[in-house]
């Protein structure tokens, strides 16, 4: 995980995408 918050927040969206739109 990176120190910034924006980085955080990007990889928290993409798993729930990835939970709720499986490929």
Do not use: D
């Not at 980085?7 to 993409?14: D, I």
Request: aromatic share 8%; net charge neutral; proline share 9%.
């Amino acid at each position: 995980m990176g120190s910034g918050g924006g980085e955080t927040m990007a990889w928290t969206l993409a798993g729930f995408r990835e939970r709720t739109m499986p490929p």
